[in-house]
C-alpha cells in the first residue's frame, strides 16, 4: 500500500510538471511535430530588412512571421483582442538595422468594419513587444473610418522612424529617432495641405519635395517644401482613362513612382523626371513567362533595399530583382529545427501526459482499490453523465433549432435590407458617378449619409456589424463605387459570380455565402433602378457570422455554464443522499467484514426500519449457523487431515477432500523415505492383538513428529513403520532420519527401564520421480505413491542390517544435498541388491549412530572407502588387506565384513565373467 502511494503522488507530481508544461507552450501544441512548412493564408503585405530577413503579414492582417533568407520561420507575432471583443489588425510595419520591426496596428470593432484606434507598436529582434509609440483614436463619429485608419506608410530612413497621418485636410509626417528607448512620442515635422476635395490614400517619401501622395480619386501629387502640392499622374494628355488606379503606391531607391494598376493588371513604375513614360515592370504575361502565375487580385508589392520589388498576393510571395528576373513564388515557411525539435518535445510530454494518467487509472483502480470501486463514485459516474448527457442533448436540439432560426433570421434580414437599397441610392444619382474623380462628391456623400442612417439606427448587438457596399453596372461590368473598407477605390472591377449576374440581368435579389480567411459570410444583394426601370446598380448587405458566432457561443458558454451548475448541484445532493443511504449499509458491510475476519460472535445493529434493517437481521441469523457449520467443518477438517495430508491435496491443487476424484493424479520429484522396525514379526508374536496396536501407536507417535518437523509427510503406514515423502530440502528430509535415529536410542533407554528389549530401525533414503494420485474405486478411494523410488527405498531399509548400517541413502540424495559436509557417511559403493537389475551406489549415514559406532566409522572412513575402491577395480588382494585393518578397528563393522570373505573369495578362486565391481547383498 506505501509503495502504491508513493506511486500515487509520483504520478501526480509529473502529471502536474506535464500540465504546467503543456500550458506553457499550449501554443506549440497546434504544430505538427513531422509538419516542415506552414502555407501561408491571406498574405496581405511583406518587407525586407537589410540583413534579407523577409517580414510577412498573414492570416487577413491577423499576424507578422519573420523569416531568414532561406525562408525559415524565426518567430511570428499575433494579434491580439480588446477587452470587450475587439479586433487588432496589422496594417503595414518596417524594420530598422537592428533587427527592431515598428507596425500600424489598428484596432476595430468586434465585426472587423469601424476602426476604433491605431497604434505604431515597436517589437523586439526576438518578436516580444517592445511599446507603443503613438496612438490615434477615432472615438469621434465624424471622423469615421472602415478597416483602414488614418495612419500611413511607416518607414525608417537614417535612423529616423517616420510616418504619415492623413488629417483630412492635411497630411502630416512625424518622425522620431529609432534609437529612443525613453517614453517619447514622434513629433510632426511637416505637413502639406490637400487640394480642394481630395483625399490621401496612400503617401512615401520623407523628405520635403520627395514625398508623394495618392488620392483616393486616382491622382499621385508630390508634397512641396513650402507645404504646396503638384500634380504628378495623371497630366493633361496622358493616354489613361478614367479606371487606371494607381494602388499599393511606393517609391523606389531612385525616387522613381511604383503602383499596381488593377485596370491593367500590372506594376507600372513611373519616373517623376518623365512623367509621360509609364513603365511595366511586371504582369501576367511577363510572370507567366517566368513560371510565375500572378491574379492580380489582393496584390500588394514593397521595395526592398536591394531595389527588389516584392509582389504579394493571398497565397504566395514573388520577389523582382533590380534586373527584371523573377523568383519562384514562396508559398509557405519554413519551421527551423529548434522550433519542429521543441514541437517534438510538447508533443512527446503530451502523450507522456496520456501514459502517465493511464498509470495514475491503473494505480487507482487497480491497486489501492485493488479494483474495487466503491457503489457511491459508481452512481455518481453513471448518473451525472447520464443527466448531463440528458442536458447536453436536449441542449444541442435547443441551440440548433434557436442557430438555425438565427440563421434563418440573418438572411431574411439581410434581404430586407438589400432590398431598402433602392430606397438608399438613387439610381439616376448613381448614374451620375462615373470616374474616380467624383469620390466624397455631393451624391457620394448622400449616399454615405442614407445608409448610415438606416444601419445606425439600431444599436442592437445582434443588429451590428453590417457591411454595405454600392455596385455601379456599366456595359455589363460590375464597378466598386461605395463599401465599408478604405482600402477599396471606386471604380475597380467587381469579378462576376453566377448571384450578381442573375441581379444584374434578372433583376432578382440573391442571397449567398462565402469564407475566406477573414471570416465567414453571409449576404444578400438586390438591384438598384434608375427612373427608367433599368438595372443601373446592385446593393449589397453582408454580415460576417463571427458577430452571429460569438452571439452563438455566448449562448452555447450560458447553457454549458448551467448544465455544469446543474451537475454540480445534482452531484452534491447526489453525494449527500447516498452518504445518509449508505450509511447503514456501511455499517453492515463492517459487520459482515469482522463476521468474515473470524469474529463470530459479531452482531450487527441496525435500526433504520427498512430493508437494509432487515438484511441485518438476515445475516445475524446467517452468522448463529455459520458458527455452528464451521465448528463442525473445522473438526471434520481436522478428522480427515489425519487420513490424507494437507500437503497431498495440495500437489493435487485441490482445496479439500470434498474435490479429490477417482484418478487424480500428479507428478513430483521428492525424497522417499521409507522406516522400519527389524524384526517386528517375531517381537509382535510375544504380545496380544492390544499390545500390538498399543506399541505401534506409541512408536508411530513417538517418531512421527519428524517428518512434520522437517516439512514431510506421512504417504502411508506399515505396521511398525511409514512412507514419507519430503517434497522440499533433500537436507530436511536426511536431518529427519538422522533424529529419528538419535531418538531411538533415547526410546530404548526408557525401554531399558520397564524392562522392555530394545529395538532396532532401518532407515531407506532415495530421491526421484514419482507420481501421487488417487486409487481405488468410486466407494473406496486411497491416495497412493507410484514409483520405483518407492520400492528403491523399501529395499534400502531392508538391506540395511545386513550392511550393518541405521540410514542407507543412494546417490540420488548425496548429488541433491545442499549443504553434504554437515553429515556424516562413508561410501559403500556399488551395490546389487536381489530382484534390481542396476546395482546402486549406496552411503552409510552414521551420524544418528551411538557414540562408539560413530566414532569407529568416521575413523575408518577413509581406509574403508579406499578399500571399496581397489574392489571395484579388481585388486582383491589390495582390498581384502584394507578391510582387514578396518576390522582390525571396528570388529563390528559387518559391510566391511562382508567386503572382507567376498574379496577373500574373489582373491582364491577369481571372478566369474559377468562380475561388474558390484557387491551382491541379499
Given at each position: 500500500?506505501k509503495k502504491?502511494i508513493a506511486?500515487?503522488?509520483l504520478?501526480?507530481?509529473l502529471?502536474?510538471?506535464?500540465g504546467?508544461y503543456?500550458?506553457?507552450?499550449?501554443?506549440?501544441?497546434?504544430?505538427?511535430?513531422f509538419?516542415?512548412?506552414?502555407?501561408?493564408?491571406?498574405?496581405?503585405?511583406?518587407?525586407?530588412d537589410?540583413?534579407?530577413?523577409?517580414?510577412?503579414?498573414?492570416n487577413a492582417?491577423?499576424?507578422i512571421h519573420k523569416?531568414d533568407?532561406?525562408?525559415?520561420?524565426q518567430?511570428?507575432?499575433?494579434s491580439?483582442v480588446?477587452?470587450?471583443g475587439?479586433?487588432?489588425?496589422?496594417?503595414?510595419?518596417?524594420a530598422?538595422d537592428?533587427?527592431?520591426?515598428y507596425?500600424?496596428?489598428?484596432?476595430?470593432?468586434p465585426y472587423g468594419?469601424?476602426?476604433k484606434?491605431?497604434?505604431?507598436?515597436?517589437y523586439?529582434p526576438d518578436?516580444?513587444l517592445?511599446?507603443?509609440?503613438?496612438?490615434?483614436?477615432?472615438?469621434d463619429?465624424?471622423?469615421?473610418?472602415?478597416?483602414?485608419?488614418?495612419?500611413?506608410?511607416?518607414?525608417?530612413?537614417?535612423?529616423m522612424?517616420?510616418?504619415?497621418?492623413?488629417?483630412v485636410k492635411?497630411?502630416?509626417?512625424?518622425?522620431?529617432?529609432?534609437?529612443d528607448t525613453?517614453?517619447?512620442?514622434?513629433?510632426?515635422?511637416?505637413?502639406?495641405?490637400?487640394?480642394?476635395n481630395?483625399?490621401v490614400?496612400?503617401?512615401?517619401?520623407y523628405k520635403?519635395?520627395?514625398?508623394?501622395?495618392?488620392?483616393r480619386?486616382?491622382?499621385?501629387?508630390?508634397?512641396?517644401?513650402n507645404?504646396?502640392?503638384?500634380l504628378?499622374?495623371?497630366?493633361?494628355?496622358?493616354?489613361?482613362?478614367?479606371?487606371?488606379?494607381?494602388?499599393s503606391?511606393?517609391?523606389?531607391?531612385?525616387?522613381r513612382?511604383?503602383?499596381?494598376d488593377?485596370?491593367?493588371?500590372m506594376?507600372?513604375?513611373?519616373?517623376?523626371?518623365?512623367p509621360?513614360?509609364?513603365?511595366?515592370?511586371?504582369?501576367?504575361?511577363?510572370?507567366?513567362?517566368s513560371g510565375?502565375?500572378l491574379?492580380?487580385?489582393?496584390?500588394?508589392?514593397s521595395?526592398?533595399?536591394?531595389?527588389?520589388?516584392?509582389?504579394?498576393?493571398?497565397?504566395?510571395i514573388?520577389?523582382?530583382?533590380?534586373?527584371?528576373?523573377?523568383t519562384?513564388s514562396?508559398e509557405?515557411?519554413?519551421?527551423?529545427?529548434?522550433?519542429?525539435?521543441?514541437?517534438?518535445?510538447?508533443?512527446?510530454?503530451?502523450?507522456?501526459?496520456?501514459?502517465?494518467?493511464?498509470w495514475?487509472i491503473?494505480?487507482?483502480y487497480?491497486?489501492l482499490l485493488?479494483?474495487?470501486?466503491?457503489?457511491?463514485v459508481?452512481?455518481i459516474?453513471?448518473?451525472?453523465?447520464?443527466?448531463?448527457l440528458?442536458?447536453?442533448?436536449?441542449?444541442?436540439v435547443?441551440y440548433s433549432?434557436?442557430?438555425?432560426?438565427?440563421?434563418e433570421?440573418?438572411?431574411s434580414?439581410?434581404?430586407l435590407l438589400?432590398k431598402?437599397?433602392q430606397?438608399?441610392?438613387?439610381?439616376?444619382k448613381?448614374?451620375?458617378?462615373?470616374?474616380p474623380l467624383?469620390?466624397r462628391?455631393?451624391?457620394f456623400q448622400?449616399?454615405?449619409k442614407?445608409?448610415?442612417?438606416?444601419?445606425?439606427?439600431?444599436?442592437?448587438d445582434?443588429?451590428?456589424?453590417f457591411?454595405?457596399a454600392v455596385y455601379?453596372?456599366e456595359?455589363?461590368?460590375i464597378y466598386?463605387i461605395?463599401?465599408d473598407?478604405?482600402?477599396?477605390?471606386?471604380?475597380?472591377?467587381?469579378?462576376p459570380?453566377?448571384?450578381?449576374?442573375q441581379?444584374?440581368?434578372e433583376?432578382?435579389?440573391?442571397?449567398?455565402?462565402?469564407?475566406?480567411f477573414?471570416?465567414e459570410w453571409?449576404?444578400?444583394?438586390?438591384?438598384?433602378?434608375?427612373?427608367?426601370?433599368t438595372?443601373?446598380?446592385?446593393?449589397?448587405?453582408s454580415?460576417n457570422l463571427?458577430g452571429?458566432?460569438k452571439?452563438?457561443q455566448?449562448?452555447?458558454?450560458?447553457?454549458i455554464r448551467n448544465?455544469?451548475?446543474?451537475?454540480?448541484?445534482?452531484?452534491?445532493?447526489?453525494?449527500v443522499?447516498t452518504?445518509v443511504?449508505l450509511?447503514?449499509i456501511r455499517?453492515l458491510r463492517?459487520?459482515?467484514?469482522?463476521?468474515?475476519?473470524?469474529?463470530?460472535d459479531?452482531?450487527v445493529d441496525?435500526?433504520?426500519r427498512?430493508e437494509v434493517?432487515?438484511?441485518g437481521?438476515s445475516v445475524?441469523t446467517?452468522?448463529?449457523r455459520i458458527?455452528?457449520y464451521?465448528?463442525?467443518?473445522?473438526?471434520?477438517?481436522?478428522?480427515?487431515y489425519?487420513?490424507?495430508?494437507?500437503q497431498?491435496l495440495?500437489?493435487l491443487?485441490?482445496?479439500?477432500?470434498?474435490?479429490v476424484?477417482?484418478g487424480?493424479?500428479v507428478e513430483?520429484?521428492?525424497?522417499?523415505?521409507?522406516f522400519?522396525?527389524?524384526?517386528?514379526?517375531?517381537l509382535s508374536?510375544r504380545?496380544?492383538?492390544?499390545e500390538?496396536f498399543?506399541?505401534v501407536?506409541?512408536f508411530?507417535?513417538?517418531f512421527?513428529?519428524?517428518?512434520?518437523k522437517h516439512?514431510?509427510?506421512?504417504?502411508?503406514y506399515?505396521?511398525?513403520g511409514?512412507i514419507?515423502?519430503?517434497?522440499?530440502?533433500?537436507d530436511?528430509?536426511l536431518?529427519?532420519?538422522?533424529e529419528?535415529?538419535?531418538?531411538?536410542?533415547?526410546y530404548?533407554?526408557?525401554?531399558a527401564?520397564?524392562?522392555?528389549?530394545?529395538?532396532?530401525?532401518?532407515?531407506?533414503?532415495?530421491?526421484?520421480?514419482?507420481?501421487?494420485?488417487?486409487?481405488?474405486?468410486?466407494?473406496r478411494?486411497e491416495n497412493?505413491?507410484?514409483s520405483?523410488?518407492?520400492?528403491?527405498?523399501?529395499?534400502?531399509?531392508?538391506?540395511?542390517?545386513p550392511l550393518?548400517a541405521?540410514?542407507?541413502?543412494?546417490?540420488?540424495?548425496?548429488?541433491?544435498?545442499?549443504?553434504?559436509g554437515?553429515?556424516?557417511?562413508r561410501?559403500?559403493?556399488?551395490?546389487?541388491?536381489e530382484g534390481?537389475?542396476e546395482?546402486?551406489?549406496?552411503?552409510?549415514?552414521?551420524?544418528?549412530?551411538?557414540?562408539?559406532?560413530?566414532?569407529l566409522?568416521?575413523?575408518?572412513?577413509?581406509?574403508?572407502?579406499?578399500?571399496?575402491?581397489?574392489?571395484?577395480v579388481?585388486?582383491?588382494?589390495d582390498a581384502?588387506e584394507?578391510?582387514?585393518?578396518?576390522?582390525k578397528?571396528?570388529?563390528?563393522?559387518?559391510?566391511?565384513?562382508?567386503?572382507?570373505?567376498?574379496?577373500?573369495?574373489y582373491f582364491?578362486?577369481?571372478?566369474t565373467?559377468?562380475?561388474n565391481?558390484?557387491?551382491?547383498?541379499?
Amino acid at each position: 500500500m506505501k509503495k502504491s502511494i508513493a506511486a500515487l503522488l509520483l504520478v501526480l507530481l509529473l502529471l502536474g510538471a506535464a500540465g504546467t508544461y503543456l500550458g506553457f507552450n499550449r501554443a506549440d501544441i497546434q504544430l505538427w511535430p513531422f509538419q516542415k512548412s506552414m502555407p501561408f493564408d491571406g498574405l496581405s503585405k511583406a518587407v525586407s530588412d537589410s540583413n534579407h530577413h523577409l517580414y510577412v503579414i498573414d492570416n487577413a492582417k491577423k499576424a507578422i512571421h519573420k523569416l531568414d533568407a532561406a525562408g525559415v520561420l524565426q518567430y511570428t507575432i499575433t494579434s491580439d483582442v480588446g477587452k470587450n471583443g475587439e479586433l487588432y489588425r496589422f496594417n503595414d510595419m518596417v524594420a530598422d538595422d537592428q533587427g527592431y520591426l515598428y507596425t500600424i496596428r489598428t484596432l476595430l470593432d468586434p465585426y472587423g468594419i469601424n476602426v476604433k484606434s491605431e497604434q505604431i507598436v515597436r517589437y523586439k529582434p526576438d518578436g516580444q513587444l517592445d511599446r507603443v509609440l503613438f496612438t490615434q483614436d477615432y472615438s469621434d463619429t465624424q471622423s469615421r473610418r472602415y478597416r483602414l485608419g488614418s495612419l500611413r506608410n511607416v518607414q525608417v530612413h537614417d535612423g529616423m522612424l517616420i510616418f504619415f497621418n492623413d488629417e483630412v485636410k492635411k497630411l502630416t509626417l512625424y518622425q522620431m529617432p529609432t534609437a529612443d528607448t525613453g517614453g517619447a512620442e514622434p513629433k510632426a515635422v511637416y505637413s502639406v495641405a490637400l487640394p480642394e476635395n481630395k483625399y490621401v490614400s496612400e503617401a512615401d517619401g520623407y523628405k520635403p519635395g520627395g514625398i508623394y501622395f495618392t488620392t483616393r480619386s486616382g491622382e499621385i501629387y508630390r508634397a512641396l517644401a513650402n507645404g504646396g502640392t503638384e500634380l504628378v499622374y495623371p497630366l493633361p494628355g496622358l493616354d489613361r482613362t478614367r479606371r487606371n488606379f494607381p494602388e499599393s503606391f511606393h517609391l523606389d531607391n531612385e525616387g522613381r513612382l511604383i503602383f499596381i494598376d488593377f485596370n491593367n493588371r500590372m506594376i507600372a513604375r513611373l519616373d517623376p523626371q518623365q512623367p509621360y513614360v509609364i513603365e511595366s515592370l511586371v504582369d501576367k504575361d511577363k510572370a507567366k513567362a517566368s513560371g510565375v502565375e500572378l491574379e492580380f487580385n489582393a496584390t500588394t508589392s514593397s521595395v526592398g533595399q536591394d531595389s527588389s520589388l516584392i509582389i504579394v498576393e493571398s497565397a504566395q510571395i514573388t520577389i523582382r530583382h533590380a534586373d527584371g528576373t523573377l523568383t519562384p513564388s514562396m508559398e509557405e515557411a519554413l519551421y527551423s529545427r529548434k522550433d519542429r525539435a521543441h514541437a517534438i518535445a510538447v508533443w512527446s510530454v503530451g502523450v507522456a501526459g496520456v501514459l502517465l494518467l493511464l498509470w495514475l487509472i491503473k494505480i487507482v483502480y487497480f491497486d489501492l482499490l485493488d479494483r474495487r470501486v466503491p457503489l457511491m463514485v459508481k452512481q455518481i459516474t453513471i448518473l451525472i453523465p447520464v443527466i448531463a448527457l440528458s442536458m447536453i442533448l436536449l441542449s444541442t436540439v435547443i441551440y440548433s433549432s434557436f442557430s438555425k432560426k438565427m440563421e434563418e433570421e440573418t438572411f431574411s434580414e439581410l434581404v430586407l435590407l438589400a432590398k431598402n437599397g433602392q430606397n438608399l441610392i438613387d439610381g439616376d444619382k448613381l448614374e451620375s458617378i462615373t470616374s474616380p474623380l467624383d469620390y466624397r462628391n455631393t451624391v457620394f456623400q448622400s449616399f454615405r449619409k442614407r445608409i448610415n442612417a438606416v444601419f445606425d439606427n439600431n444599436a442592437r448587438d445582434d443588429n451590428q456589424g453590417f457591411y454595405k457596399a454600392v455596385y455601379k453596372l456599366e456595359n455589363g461590368t460590375i464597378y466598386r463605387i461605395l463599401e465599408d473598407d478604405d482600402g477599396m477605390h471606386m471604380f475597380n472591377p467587381f469579378l462576376p459570380t453566377e448571384e450578381n449576374q442573375q441581379v444584374a440581368k434578372e433583376g432578382k435579389t440573391m442571397t449567398g455565402q462565402w469564407e475566406d480567411f477573414s471570416g465567414e459570410w453571409r449576404y444578400a444583394i438586390a438591384p438598384i433602378y434608375n427612373s427608367s426601370g433599368t438595372i443601373v446598380g446592385i446593393f449589397e448587405t453582408s454580415k460576417n457570422l463571427d458577430g452571429l458566432l460569438k452571439h452563438r457561443q455566448a449562448v452555447l458558454q450560458s447553457i454549458i455554464r448551467n448544465i455544469v451548475l446543474i451537475s454540480i448541484g445534482l452531484l452534491i445532493v447526489l453525494f449527500v443522499m447516498t452518504y445518509v443511504m449508505l450509511s447503514s449499509i456501511r455499517k453492515l458491510r463492517n459487520s459482515v467484514g469482522e463476521i468474515a475476519k473470524g469474529n463470530w460472535d459479531t452482531v450487527v445493529d441496525i435500526r433504520t426500519r427498512d430493508e437494509v434493517s432487515d438484511l441485518g437481521d438476515s445475516v445475524n441469523t446467517m452468522a448463529a449457523r455459520i458458527r455452528d457449520y464451521i465448528t463442525k467443518v473445522e473438526n471434520f477438517s481436522q478428522a480427515y487431515y489425519r487420513f490424507v495430508p494437507q500437503q497431498f491435496l495440495r500437489f493435487l491443487n485441490k482445496d479439500s477432500i470434498l474435490d479429490v476424484e477417482l484418478g487424480d493424479q500428479v507428478e513430483q520429484h521428492m525424497s522417499i523415505l521409507s522406516f522400519n522396525i527389524r524384526g517386528f514379526f517375531n517381537l509382535s508374536k510375544r504380545l496380544t492383538p492390544e499390545e500390538n496396536f498399543n506399541f505401534v501407536n506409541s512408536f508411530l507417535k513417538r517418531f512421527g513428529p519428524y517428518v512434520r518437523k522437517h516439512e514431510g509427510f506421512m504417504n502411508k503406514y506399515l505396521g511398525a513403520g511409514f512412507i514419507a515423502l519430503f517434497p522440499n530440502r533433500t537436507d530436511d528430509a536426511l536431518m529427519a532420519c538422522v533424529e529419528m535415529r538419535r531418538e531411538l536410542d533415547v526410546y530404548n533407554m526408557h525401554r531399558a527401564k520397564v524392562r522392555y528389549v530394545a529395538i532396532e530401525i532401518g532407515i531407506g533414503l532415495h530421491k526421484g520421480p514419482l507420481r501421487l494420485g488417487i486409487i481405488g474405486e468410486e466407494q473406496r478411494l486411497e491416495n497412493n505413491v507410484i514409483s520405483d523410488g518407492v520400492n528403491i527405498s523399501n529395499m534400502l531399509e531392508k538391506m540395511t542390517e545386513p550392511l550393518g548400517a541405521s540410514i542407507l541413502i543412494t546417490d540420488a540424495v548425496v548429488q541433491s544435498l545442499e549443504q553434504a559436509g554437515q553429515f556424516q557417511y562413508r561410501n559403500l559403493g556399488l551395490i546389487q541388491a536381489e530382484g534390481v537389475q542396476e546395482p546402486l551406489h549406496l552411503f552409510d549415514v552414521y551420524q544418528g549412530d551411538p557414540e562408539t559406532v560413530r566414532m569407529l566409522k568416521e575413523r575408518t572412513k577413509a581406509l574403508f572407502e579406499q578399500a571399496v575402491t581397489y574392489y571395484q577395480v579388481g585388486r582383491f588382494y589390495d582390498a581384502r588387506e584394507a578391510f582387514l585393518m578396518v576390522l582390525k578397528q571396528n570388529r563390528q563393522d559387518k559391510a566391511a565384513q562382508l567386503y572382507f570373505y567376498v574379496c577373500d573369495e574373489y582373491f582364491q578362486q577369481g571372478t566369474t565373467t559377468e562380475w561388474n565391481g558390484t557387491l551382491s547383498v541379499s
